[in-house]
């Protein structure tokens, strides 16, 4: 929910609601962040996207082995 000027401020379950997704888009950043920077040939794919999906889904079954399941 975005509050916009002249409107009145944002009640509780909308800030509840703008945190939880903000915590939820953090961890997806994260791990995207983990994922290229520790898989940097995921940087240059110019594959099909059907394929790209399949090889980040390995990369990050071997990124979470190699962490011990902390991402």
Known sequence: FKKTA???PLNARQRVHN???ARAR???E???AILKTRWQ???RIT???HRIGHIVQ???VLTHHEHH???
Do not use: D, S, T, V
Request: charged share 10%; proline share 8%.
């Open 19 to 21: 945190m939880l997704h």
């Open 30 to 32: 994260r791990a995207m």
């Open 41 to 43: 040939a995921l940087n």
């Open 69 to 71: 399941g902390r991402y």
């Open 6 to 8: 002249g409107q009145p």
């Open 26 to 28: 953090a961890l997806g």
């Open 58 to 60: 390995a990369a990050l």
């Open 47 to 49: 594959l099909c996207p």
